[in-house]
């Protein structure tokens, strides 16, 4: 269960508990940490989230192009699961 300040960080983001709870369906989580307005990063990280874990844990690298995830080291990860 989140503290009653990470669930308002969650709702500023604009997560519901349902939108919490069901990946893909908040429209911030398709955005990349770079993407995000500071007010967003701010609520991010109230929640718990750095650049590296929202981008993995949020965004599943969606925001990320194939070269940018060559250049982060990512891209293997993504080639044994098929891509």
């Known amino acids: 269960d989140l503290l009653d300040s990470e669930k308002a960080a969650a709702e500023g983001l604009g997560f519901t508990d349902e ?3 069901t990946y893909g369906v908040a ?3 398709q955005l990349g940490w770079w993407q995000l307005t500071d007010e967003q990063k701010a609520l991010a990280e109230n929640v718990g ?3 590296d874990d929202w981008d993995c844990s949020v965004d ?3 925001s990320y192009d194939w070269s940018e995830l060559e250049l982060y ?3 293997k990860s993504f080639e044994i699961l098929g891509w």
């Open 19 to 21: 939108t919490w709870s």
């Open 27 to 29: 429209e911030v989580e």
């Open 49 to 51: 989230f750095n650049e």
């Open 60 to 62: 599943h690298y969606n």
């Open 73 to 75: 080291g990512i891209d």
